[in-house]
């Protein structure tokens, strides 16, 4: 290799090959010396900032690309920075790139498209969503054919409930966009616009006439997402064994998709049956559980109930009142769980010895999240996360004032739903791909459920999903009183509460926005091979009255 030693692209060549045979010590020292050579060619640079990656030495990558930009401006360079912010969260350094390319100075070229695109990243992250279009918008600004941003920006609208500008910016693609792929993608979301209008029908025959079943046989992202298009319209025209069969469809892909096969259904259920045998009154009466050392508690209510039994709707209504914060699936009380048992090898019996500054620590932090200012001090905090019903023994120990609301939904419904809904997998969410593995849950779940109301005794609310829809003022006054407030009349109008929210991150961010509806009850009884299983949940069905 002696012969490269002076010459730039063997320099590159020599690098790569050492970099791939695992010799990342070498292929460093490969680059540096090529960029002795040019330090104006940005080849050795890219590629010694993926070495610094490999070594996970980020600071080291970024600061080597900013310094480079800081002299010359390198598109490749620049690209390269802002993925490597983005991918390992660096947003501090992020910002420092966009400072030294002038993002902010409303000048759009094409060389800036990709950092528009990666700052819409990072707004959406942040769920600062406004943000997030205005760069999207800069983005396509830069380059009106960069088709990434389009269907970012298609995505967003659509998740966010704005169906106008969703058309009007699908109009605007399909004149840009002529090749055949990006043609099918944009007549998947015109598909999915018609849905959102409810032209269930058109919606239904658009997706034949443009034959996308055809078109994504090989992609199987937009598969997963047509077959959950086509159930949507096929229920609602009232075809229930095309919409079961497509949704059948849809799990068994998602089932057998690689990155799946990482998640087990197993580790849920059994920390349910360890939480079973550890949470019992001999263990309880071991734990120091001091009710009257705390007083903070007393406004702090946990909104619990297994996925899609009506936690977002109640989360929709409840934040429309004026005497009440709603934190909507953020876990920085499970967070801090985590923390705990990890620095107790995740060991449950470590509960048995916690300490009361332990619990003070946890405490402290938590409120120091939720409780953001003065003002939120005198409103009632709702902390929404439907399966930290199964961490309910944790959450008792810890804040043993606490109140809990139990949304409450006819199990066979809860199920259906479940079964049809499109989750993020991971390991609780995988068992809703398979019927049985649904119920199953179920049923774990609620045997806990009634071993922490027997254990515990604590105080608690059923806040039923029919009666909210059948007889609304009536339950939300009753659930208020719970809560020591008054009902409120814009209560009733809670889906403009919905609109108004920048983005609902559940999977009803498109059903909360309308009035109460009755169709959802009873949906079960449309689908014989559900309607079979309901004898496993008869405990439930009878328990909770229906």
């Given at each position: 290799m002696l012969k490269n030693r002076y010459n730039y692209e063997g320099l590159i060549n020599e690098g790569i090959n050492y970099a791939r045979a695992g010799k990342l010590a070498e292929a460093k020292s490969s680059f540096l010396n090529a960029i002795k050579l040019n330090s104006n060619n940005n080849k050795a640079y890219i590629n010694l900032s993926n070495i610094y990656i490999l070594q996970n030495e980020f600071n080291k990558s970024i600061k080597l690309l900013i310094n480079f930009l800081k002299n010359i401006f390198d598109e490749d360079i620049c690209n390269q920075a802002a993925k490597i912010c983005f991918k390992y969260k660096l947003r501090k350094d992020f910002n420092k790139l966009t400072k030294i390319v002038n993002l902010t100075n409303n000048i759009f070229n094409k060389e800036k498209k990709y950092l528009f695109f990666i700052d819409a990243l990072f707004y959406e992250d942040e769920q600062k969503l406004n943000a997030a279009k205005k760069s999207y918008k800069n983005s396509i600004?830069?380059?009106?054919?960069?088709?990434?941003?389009?269907?970012?920006?298609?995505?967003?609208?659509?998740?966010t409930n704005d169906i106008l500008n969703l058309k009007l910016l699908i109009e605007s693609a399909y004149k840009n966009f002529k090749h055949k792929e990006q043609k099918n993608i944009l007549n998947f979301f015109n598909s999915l616009r018609l849905n959102r209008e409810n032209n269930f029908k058109e919606s239904a025959n658009f997706t034949?006439?443009?034959?996308?079943?055809?078109?994504?046989?090989?992609?199987?992202?937009?598969?997963?997402?047509?077959?959950?298009?086509?159930?949507?319209?096929?229920?609602?025209?009232?075809?229930?064994?095309d919409a079961f069969n497509n949704i059948e469809k849809r799990n068994s892909i998602l089932l057998n998709l690689r990155?799946?096969?990482?998640?087990?259904?197993?580790?849920?259920?059994?920390?349910?049956?360890?939480?079973?045998?550890?949470?019992?009154?001999?263990?309880?009466?071991?734990?120091?559980?001091?009710?009257?050392?705390?007083?903070?508690?007393?406004n702090l209510i946990f909104l619990v109930g297994f996925p899609r039994s009506g936690t977002t709707l109640l989360d929709t209504i409840l934040r429309s009142h004026s005497k009440i914060k709603v934190l909507e699936e953020k876990p920085i009380l499970l967070n801090l769980r985590h923390e705990f048992f990890k620095n107790k090898n995740n060991n449950l019996s470590n509960l048995l010895k916690i300490t009361e500054s332990e619990k003070n620590y946890i405490r402290q932090n938590y409120l120091k999240k939720i409780i953001l200012n003065k003002d939120d001090e005198k409103k009632i905090i709702i902390d929404k996360?439907?399966?930290s019903i199964i961490e309910l023994g944790f959450i008792k120990i810890i804040f043993p004032n606490s109140k809990i609301i139990l949304a409450m939904r006819h199990p066979c419904d809860v199920i259906t739903s479940c079964f049809f809904t499109s989750f993020k997998i991971n390991d609780s969410m995988i068992n809703f791909l398979k019927i049985n593995d649904t119920i199953d849950f179920y049923n774990s779940?609620?045997?806990?459920?009634?071993?922490?109301?027997?254990?515990?005794?604590?105080?608690?609310?059923?806040?039923?999903?029919?009666?909210?829809?059948?007889?609304?003022?009536?339950?939300?006054?009753?659930?208020?009183?719970?809560?020591?407030l008054k009902y409120e009349t814009k209560l009733k109008k809670f889906y403009l509460t919905a609109l108004n929210r920048p983005k609902i991150s559940t999977p009803s961010y498109n059903?909360?926005?309308?009035?109460?509806?009755?169709?959802s009850i009873g949906r079960w009884k449309n689908y014989e091979k559900i309607s079979k299983?309901?004898?496993?949940?008869?405990?439930?069905?009878?328990?909770?009255?229906?």
């Open positions: 600004l830069c380059d009106t054919f960069y088709f990434d941003a389009y269907i970012n920006l298609i995505n967003l609208y659509e998740s034949i006439s443009s034959n996308l079943d055809d078109a994504f046989k090989n992609n199987k992202h937009y598969q997963i997402r047509l077959l959950n298009l086509k159930s949507k319209n096929n229920e609602k025209l009232k075809k229930y064994n990155e799946n096969k990482k998640y087990n259904k197993r580790n849920v259920l059994d920390t349910i049956e360890k939480y079973k045998n550890f949470f019992i009154k001999k263990n309880l009466n071991k734990i120091i559980i001091n009710n009257n050392n705390y007083s903070n508690d007393k996360l439907p399966l779940v609620f045997s806990l459920f009634e071993i922490y109301q027997k254990e515990f005794n604590f105080e608690y609310t059923i806040a039923k999903y029919e009666n909210i829809v059948n007889n609304f003022k009536y339950e939300i006054t009753y659930l208020l009183k719970f809560l020591g059903q909360v926005i309308n009035p109460l509806y009755q169709s299983y309901k004898s496993k949940l008869n405990k439930w069905i009878l328990k909770y009255g229906y």
